[in-house]
């Protein structure tokens, strides 16, 4: 998942089957940008409302999960509609076999991301529950967070490592690239907020809430950065003005 993948084309600079195609990625960044919002948000308001933190939290992880469901089924569905488009990359410059492979990263990283997806809700839904003994908060919660943090480290770094068939022309497919690298630095921060809440059975609380409260909301800011460029061109333009 790199919340979509912004690709913005106009009908001269694309043949139409291949526009059809990338017209599909426009709206998948938008889940990211409003879940990585909600996760910012739910760190001060827990604060003052345990419940509604972890509402946010979870409608967060439900949006993740929609965007990077999205996206795995766009990458299958591409990639199943194969001879559509085949001439179509190969007149841009590509080939077909680049493509598969490029769309079978993405499937599989946004897979893999959608089940980390369901990890963190289940943890939100766990932490609902009261009086749990440290070893249940453990199999529970953390478990569940750290398992989830890891699925979206490694989604992250397998989009940082494909390469997009048509890469290198400096417009909108290199700025998945760096939109990648936002989103690995998000997840890595997800994962030591993970680190940060684990409960040791000797002390009954977290290691360090602090690190719990800044890598969640660094994560979700720089997921909201990384996911940015999945929007479509008119709709980031409408918020920036």
């Keep these: 998942m790199d919340g979509g993948s912004g690709e913005d084309e106009t009908a001269d600079s694309v043949s139409e089957p291949l526009k059809q195609i990338l017209d599909r990625n426009r709206w998948i960044g938008l889940p990211f940008v409003i879940g990585s919002i909600l996760f910012i948000v739910a760190v001060p308001v827990a604060a003052s409302s345990i419940v509604a933190s972890a509402l946010l939290f979870f409608v967060g992880s439900t949006l993740y999960l929609i965007g990077a469901s999205a ?27 680049g493509w598969t492979k490029y769309l079978r990263h993405r499937f599989w990283a946004s897979s893999i991301q959608a089940f980390g997806a369901v990890l963190f809700q289940v943890m939100v839904i766990a932490g609902l529950i009261p009086n749990l003994s440290p070893l249940l908060v453990d199999i529970f919660i953390w478990e569940p967070d750290i398992v989830g943090s890891l699925c979206f480290v490694i989604s992250s770094a397998m989009l940082v490592s494909a390469t997009h068939p048509l890469a290198g022309r400096g417009d909108f497919r290199d700025r998945i690239k760096g939109a990648s690298l936002f989103n690995l630095g998000g997840s890595l921060c997800f994962l030591a907020s993970s680190l940060g809440a684990f409960v040791p059975l000797s002390r009954g609380e977290e290691i360090s809430p602090l690190l719990v409260a800044g890598g969640t909301m660094i994560g979700g800011l720089l997921f909201l950065i990384g996911s940015w460029p999945g929007l479509p061109e008119r709709l980031r333009s409408t918020v920036a003005n």
Excluded: F, Y
């Design 71 to 97: 996206d795995a089924w766009n990458a299958r569905a591409t990639a199943l509609n194969g001879a559509r488009w085949r001439a179509s990359v190969e007149g841009q410059g590509s080939d077909s076999h």
